[in-house]
């Protein structure tokens, strides 16, 4: 379902976008950059984090989070160099977002793939929950 854009071309949070695509990952940027208290989390921290959701309806899907000292911003396709990467069916994906399966249980039972310097990740977990937190306003109102 393709929401209409209001005029000045900004689609508003409210409006539903399916799970993965250019326009949900779009709705997750505005989210992260408009969020006061995101930017506070997130500054002295440069991080870049990999999303690859794969078997999806539309084929494959790839985003990446990019956390530059105080601004969040989310970005489609692969980013050339990212600090830590997530790789995991379209399946899986969803049910993560949709609440049903954690990513900590994903990850543990080889559904969630996670490479690259996990340990920065987990330095910079506060930032990373809070980036969650500002996306969860998106995950409600996304379609599966």
């Known amino acids: ?13 409210l409006a539903v976008a399916r799970f993965s695509t250019a326009e949900w990952i779009a709705d997750l940027d505005r989210a992260a950059a ?10 002295g921290v440069s991080l870049v984090v990999q999303q690859t959701v794969t078997d999806g309806p539309e084929g494959d899907a790839a985003w990446h989070v990019v956390v530059d ?13 990212p600090d830590v990467t997530f790789r995991q069916s379209y399946e899986t994906a969803a049910a993560i977002g949709r609440g049903d399966l954690s990513a900590q249980t ?6 969630l793939r996670v ?18 937190d500002v996306f ?8 599966y």
Do not use: C
């Open 69 to 81: 000292d105080g601004a969040v911003s989310v970005r489609p396709g692969e980013a050339p160099e």
């Open 136 to 143: 969860e306003a998106v995950r409600g109102s996304t379609e």
């Open 115 to 132: 490479g690259g310097n996990v340990e920065l990740l987990m330095t910079h977990q506060g930032t990373f929950d809070s980036v969650e």
């Open 106 to 111: 994903a990850f543990m039972i080889g559904k």
């Open 34 to 43: 408009g969020d006061a208290a995101l930017r506070r989390a997130s500054r």
């Open 1 to 13: 379902m393709k929401a209409a854009e209001p005029p000045g071309g900004t689609r508003s949070l």
